[in-house]
Nanobody
Framework: QVQLVESGGGSVQAGGSLRLSCAASGRPFRDYAAAWFRQAPGKEREFVAGISWNGGGSTAYADSVKGRFTISRDNAKNTASLQMSSLKPEDTAVYYC????????????????WGQGTQVTVSS
C-alpha cells in the first residue's frame, strides 16, 4: 500500500505560479511512477504529467501543459512535485497525485494509488 497526500493548491491569477507537492508513505516510493492528474467540474480526469520510478528517467506531459509545468521527485524524501507556471484559467481543477509500479501511463485506470486531491483555481 502507498498513501499519498497532496498539498500546495490555492488560488492564483492568470500568469502566476504554484507548486504542488505529493508526500508518499507506505511502500518504497522509489519503486513507483508518480503522476499528476486533474479533474475540472463536469469533465473527466485527465493526465497532466508523470515521472518514472527511477527519478532521473523519463517524464511525460500533456500537450496542454508542456513548457509550463515541470514534474520532479525526491525519492530520499518520498515526495513528488509539480511546478506550474504561466497558469491559465483553463488549468483550474482538482489536482490528484497518483502512483503505479515503475513506468508512467497516461490512463487514470492504470494507477493503483491516489491522493485526496488539492484545488487549483486560476482567475483571469
Amino acid at each position: 500500500q502507498v498513501q499519498l497526500v497532496e498539498s500546495g493548491g490555492g488560488s492564483v491569477q492568470a500568469g502566476g505560479s504554484l507548486r504542488l507537492s505529493c508526500a508518499a508513505s507506505g511502500r518504497p516510493f522509489r519503486d513507483y511512477a508518480a503522476a499528476w492528474f486533474r479533474q475540472a467540474p463536469g469533465k473527466e480526469r485527465e493526465f497532466v504529467a508523470g515521472i518514472s520510478w527511477n527519478g532521473g528517467g523519463s517524464t511525460a506531459y500533456a500537450d496542454s501543459v508542456k513548457g509550463r509545468f515541470t514534474i520532479s521527485r525526491d525519492n530520499a524524501k518520498n515526495t513528488a512535485s509539480l511546478q506550474m507556471s504561466s497558469l491559465k484559467p483553463e488549468d483550474t481543477a482538482v489536482y490528484y497525485c497518483a502512483a503505479r509500479p515503475y513506468n508512467v501511463k497516461t490512463v487514470a485506470g492504470s494507477y493503483d494509488y491516489w491522493g485526496q486531491g488539492t484545488q487549483v483555481t486560476v482567475s483571469s
